[in-house]
Every structure is written in structure tokens, then in C-alpha cells.
């Protein structure tokens, strides 16, 4: 009997526990994405890679991309893209899931080093 009380309980544990565990996870694929220019005008949208959803307006293919790098820093430049030398940084920012924070030239420097990620 006590075995089976013991047994009741560590599996109530372990079954109270997971839903908390699974937000947990979850909540780990949601950001805030946020685009600076020199001027310090600031866009900013939502993107919740659970869903693939969020203000983000190529969530899909955003969330596709970090999921295929592993992370908004491991997303990687696209082949053929064709930037001008135009002197107009951009800062791109990351917060939730991932703390990213990185400076390009220009908003075609950012969107061709960073795909649909910072593409809004």
C-alpha cells in the first residue's frame, strides 16, 4: 500500500508539472523585434513561433528561418542580394526567446544578412 501511495504521487508530480514545463518551452519561441534606424525612428512587431503568428507580418517564413539556424544570430545571408554602399545604419533587435542585437549599414545590408527575420 505505501508503495502505491508513493507510486500515486510521484506520477500527480510529474503530471502537475507538465504544463508548466510545455508553457515553458513554448514561451521560449515568442520575441519582440525591433528595427532602429540613425534617425532613432523605431518599428517594432511581435512574432510568436509557436502559432506563427503575431504583428509580424511574415511571421511563416521569419519563424522558418531562425528555426532552420537555430537562432536569430545563426540566420545567414542570402545568396544574390545586391545592396548599394548607402551610409544608413539600421540596428536590429531581438528580445524574448533570443537577446540579439546587431548594427548594418543600410535596411537591404539587414534584410539580406537577416532574411524575412527584421523584414518589416
Known amino acids: 500500500m505505501k508503495h502505491m501511495?508513493?507510486?500515486s504521487l510521484?506520477?500527480?508530480?510529474v503530471l502537475s508539472t507538465a504544463p508548466v514545463a510545455a508553457e515553458d518551452v513554448r514561451s521560449q519561441d515568442r520575441y519582440t523585434l525591433a528595427r532602429v534606424d540613425g534617425s532613432g525612428e523605431r518599428r517594432e512587431v511581435t512574432l510568436d513561433c509557436?502559432?506563427?503568428?503575431?504583428t509580424h507580418p511574415r511571421a511563416g517564413e521569419a519563424c522558418d528561418a531562425i528555426a532552420?539556424?537555430?537562432s536569430i544570430s545563426?540566420?545567414?545571408?542570402?545568396?544574390?542580394a545586391?545592396?548599394?554602399?548607402?551610409?544608413?545604419?539600421?540596428?536590429?533587435?531581438?528580445e524574448g526567446a533570443e537577446e540579439y542585437e546587431e548594427t548594418f549599414g543600410n535596411s537591404c545590408v539587414l534584410r539580406s544578412?537577416?532574411?524575412p527575420v527584421f523584414d518589416f
Open 5 to 7: 501511495i508513493a507510486a
Open 10 to 13: 510521484a506520477v500527480a508530480a
Open 50 to 54: 509557436v502559432t506563427a503568428r503575431g
Open 68 to 70: 532552420e539556424s537555430g
Open 74 to 80: 545563426g540566420v545567414t545571408a542570402e545568396s544574390g
Open 82 to 94: 545586391f545592396c548599394t554602399m548607402e551610409h544608413a545604419p539600421v540596428t536590429a533587435r531581438a
Open 113 to 115: 544578412a537577416k532574411g
